[in-house]
C-alpha cells in the first residue's frame, strides 16, 4: 500500500489504524520489514507512532518471559522495519547504549507496558478488528509460481 487517508469525517474511528494494521499483515505475508513512505505528513507521523509504540508495547505484553528480544527478531515478528522499530524503542526511552560493550539493549519499561494494557483493556475502539491474516487468501502470497492463473 503505498498512501493510506482517512476522509475527515471517518477520522478518529480507528480506519487509519485499520489500514496500518493491514499494509503490516501484507508485508507480513510478503516475508518483508514494511515501512511508510516518507516523508510523512504531521496526521500520518500521529497515526504511525501511536501504531508503531502500541505494536511494540503489545509485542513486550506478548513475550513477557523473552529474555533476548533484538529488533531484528521484532522486525521479524510484526512486518515493521528495524528502522522504525529503534526510532520508536529510542522515543520511549527503552533503548540505550552500554558503555562498556557499546552495544544496544532493550529495556522493558513496565510503567509503559502496564499503562498500555490498561488502556488497551479499557479500549473499545478497533475492538474485534484486529487482523491475523489466516483468512487472507490471494495467489500472491502462496509462495508457489503455479498458483498464478496466466
Keep these: 500500500m503505498s498512501c493510506i487517508m482517512t ?7 480507528g480506519y487509519g489504524r485499520f489500514l496500518i494494521d493491514f499494509s503490516y499483515l501484507l508485508s507480513r505475508r510478503e516475508g518483508q520489514h514494511g515501512s511508510p513512505e516518507k516523508p510523512l505528513s504531521d496526521l500520518g507521523r500521529v497515526s ?5 509504540k502500541s505494536v511494540i508495547l503489545n509485542f513486550m505484553i506478548k513475550n513477557p518471559n523473552k529474555k533476548s528480544i533484538s529488533i531484528n527478531g521484532m522486525a521479524d515478528s510484526t512486518g515493521m522495519c528495524p528502522h522504525d522499530i529503534a526510532s520508536t524503542l529510542h522515543r520511549l526511552g ?3 547504549r552500554e558503555p562498556i560493550t557499546m552495544k544496544f539493549k532493550i529495556h522493558r519499561r513496565i510503567d509503559l507496558i502496564n499503562s498500555h494494557q490498561l488502556k488497551e483493556d479499557k479500549s473499545t475502539r478497533y475492538r474485534g478488528a484486529r ?7 490471494t495467489p500472491f502470497f ?8 496466466k
Design 131 to 137: 487482523l491475523t491474516g489466516h483468512k487472507l487468501i
Design 142 to 149: 502462496r509462495g508457489d509460481q503455479t498458483s498464478v492463473q
Design 48 to 52: 504511525y507512532h501511536a501504531y508503531w
Design 7 to 13: 476522509l475527515p469525517q471517518y477520522q478518529r474511528a
Design 94 to 96: 527503552m533503548i540505550e
